[in-house]
């Protein structure tokens, strides 16, 4: 099993930053693509962003492309998730993600089996 905490989150204003944290353990960590999912009230939860095992491949949703950067620090079996020039509508529940062994880096959340608690982020306008 896999176990994913995500710590970071909080209440900001527009314009702020925010750096989510996703501590991982349980399984080797750099056997993993990663993402970084959300959901706000009333709406389904969405891509946000994605990072390959290595590190090397990202892709974005185009709502947070130039303002959000997904990293990870195999290292430390950490993902982290910088969020910068936040908007009213980047308020929802943060979640991280591994996807299956091995498994590609993806915006498809049936290709992530293992899941954290999520955090809540608000960003006030």
């Not at 099993?1 to 702020?16: C, K």
């Not at 990202?58 to 950067?69: E, N, Q």
Request: net charge positive; aromatic share 12%.
């Amino acid at each position: 099993q896999v176990q994913l905490v995500e710590s970071g989150g909080g209440l900001v204003q527009a314009g702020g930053s925010l750096r989510l944290s996703c501590a991982v353990s349980g399984r080797t960590f750099s056997n993993y693509a990663m993402g970084w999912f959300r959901q706000a009230p009333g709406k389904e939860r969405e891509f946000v962003a994605t990072i390959s095992r290595s590190g090397e491949g990202t892709d974005y949703a185009d709502s947070v492309k130039g303002r959000f950067t997904i990293s990870r620090d195999n290292a430390k079996n950490t993902l982290y998730l910088q969020m910068n020039s936040l908007k009213a509508e980047d308020t929802a529940v943060y979640y991280c993600a591994a996807s299956r062994l091995w498994g590609p880096p993806t915006q498809l959340q049936h290709e992530y089996y293992y899941w954290g608690q999520g955090t809540q982020v608000t960003v006030s306008s």
